[in-house]
């Protein structure tokens, strides 16, 4: 089989495999991570302000891009599934803009390949921040490469400044990788005719503009203090919660591809690719992200997408280059290749098929809610109160478009051991806003944060229990009897458990 066919059939099984994943996805519902930040844009629709009366420790850029996403696909399941798969056509072309020029199939493998992987990280990785993090890094380099070897103007570095600067935004990791990629590029942008100055300036002013865009609108909400204080406060804190070991992390950093990284490595070493300018850039980027997910240390698998977005591009790179030559590097290339698109594509695809979209917590709160309850959402909006993270109570509340009494979406920092600051100053905070509005109902679910589920998590706080017991009755307890199958493996939901205000 002569190489150009290898090639194709490759690219042929890849595409198959990801559009048959595409469409078995569209189904999934709303669930994990999305439907927090849906409903912070929810309340922002009603009143609310991020930082002000929406306590939240996602930076400002995450509710600007779920807004604008919620704007064009709507506010859905499927327009979020349909947003998720356009990051994922997105991140592909810029693979395929990268490496087209010398390896024509190289960005078909990259991109698709990473498309199984994400699809198959299941239904709450959909267009996750990091996602959306990965494919700005992506378009990013892209821009970056016609910027330093065809700068006609400084047009292209501000491009990929504002690309990288709005990453800031989500998350702060990729900023040195952006001072960095940008010092890197001026020397061969001045060897085609770009000054300097421009060149460092155009770069400047894009990689700033994003998070100086945010501060000013944050100002015009009047809620920039509050930032500020969530800043120093509530988010270090969120960052020292739920830490792997860091065995832990090293290993599942790569845990989907990592025979195709030690062939990689493999044909590296044989081939010894010559290290030009781009593949160091690309090398820098897989440092930093390999650093930003040990850094935010809770394992993740969307911590690790613009990581293996990237060793994915430069794999598929080295491994189609070695097609053209002879020798083991050849061989183990066809290996690899061959691994990963007739066994990790249809393994990916196969696990995408059969996720299943029941919701069993969701629907037994609405129904609980509804029926024997009797209460309607226009009456419970302000009316009720989650203490609950991603348990499912947030995801009922935005099904049902009801506003929730307080602003306050976490529990976490609520039923933590111990004291600290941080989480002492949420508890005043809440039981501030708490008193203030005075739901009628109260939803406890058995989710824990960073343990394992139990209605015991708030022993934590003890004052809060023992108000509870006396200002609320407990009418309703609910547990699931079938699993969750949302992922590789099925899990139990979470319970809960209703209350209603004493008289």
Request: charged fraction near 10%.
């Amino acid at each position: 089989m002569t190489r150009s066919i290898y090639s194709i059939c490759l690219s042929a099984t890849l595409l198959t495999c990801a559009v048959a994943s595409a469409l078995w996805s569209l189904h999934w519902p709303l669930v994990g991570d999305a439907t927090l930040m849906h409903y912070v844009v929810f309340l922002m629709h009603h009143g609310f302000v991020p930082y002000k009366t929406i306590v939240d420790i996602n930076l400002p850029g995450s509710y600007l891009a779920e807004a604008a996403a919620m704007h064009v696909f709507g506010g859905g399941p499927l327009g979020w599934h349909l947003y998720d798969l356009t990051l994922c056509l997105v991140l592909i072309a810029a693979t395929i803009k990268i490496a087209n020029r010398a390896w024509p199939h190289a960005g078909i493998f990259a991109g698709t390949l990473f498309l199984l992987i994400h699809l198959q990280d299941g239904l709450a990785q959909s267009g996750q921040r990091d996602l959306l993090i990965a494919v700005l890094l992506l378009c990013a380099y892209a821009v970056l490469f016609a910027a330093q070897n065809r700068p006609r103007n400084g047009l292209p570095i501000l491009v990929f400044g504002l690309l990288l600067g709005f990453t800031v935004t989500i998350k702060p990791f990729f900023l040195p990788l952006g001072v960095l990629l940008i010092l890197m590029s001026m020397r061969p942008a001045r060897e085609h005719g770009l000054a300097p100055r421009i060149h460092l300036g155009c770069a400047t002013l894009g990689l700033l503009f994003p998070s100086a865009a945010v501060l000013a609108w944050l100002w015009s909400q009047h809620a920039l203090r509050s930032f500020l204080v969530a800043l120093t406060g509530l988010i270090p804190f969120h960052a020292t919660l739920g830490h792997k070991p860091m065995a832990y992390l090293l290993t599942h950093c790569l845990s989907p591809i990592m025979p195709l990284c030690i062939v990689w490595v493999i044909v590296w070493a044989l081939r010894r690719t010559p290290l030009d300018l781009e593949r160091i850039e690309l090398l820098v980027g897989v440092a930093i992200a390999l650093l930003a997910y040990v850094i935010q240390g809770k394992g993740f698998p969307y911590h690790r997408y613009s990581l293996i977005a990237l060793l994915l591009l430069l794999m598929g790179m080295d491994f189609f280059d070695a097609l053209k030559h002879t020798g083991a590097a050849r061989l183990l290339s066809i290996a690899a290749l061959a691994y990963a698109c007739f066994l990790i594509a249809p393994r990916a695809a196969w696990a995408v098929r059969s996720f299943s979209p029941a919701e069993p917590f969701e629907q037994a709160l609405a129904q609980t809610l509804d029926h024997d309850l009797q209460a309607n959402p226009a009456n419970l909006s302000g009316n009720v109160q989650c203490l609950d993270t991603f348990g499912g109570c947030i995801n009922t509340l935005y099904n049902l478009r009801i506003i929730q009494s307080t602003g306050f979406l976490y529990d976490c920092y609520l039923f933590v051991p111990g004291h600290n600051p941080a989480s002492d100053q949420y508890r005043a905070a809440f039981w501030a806003a708490f008193q203030h509005a005075r739901p009628r109902i109260v939803i406890l679910t058995s989710q824990d944060c960073f343990g394992p589920d139990s209605f015991q998590k708030i022993d934590q706080w003890p004052q809060f229990k023992d108000a509870l017991a006396r200002s609320y009755t407990q009418v309703e307890e609910w547990h699931p009897t079938q699993p969750e199958h949302w992922w590789t493996r099925r899990q139990t939901p979470s319970q809960f458990r209703i209350y209603l205000r004493k008289p």
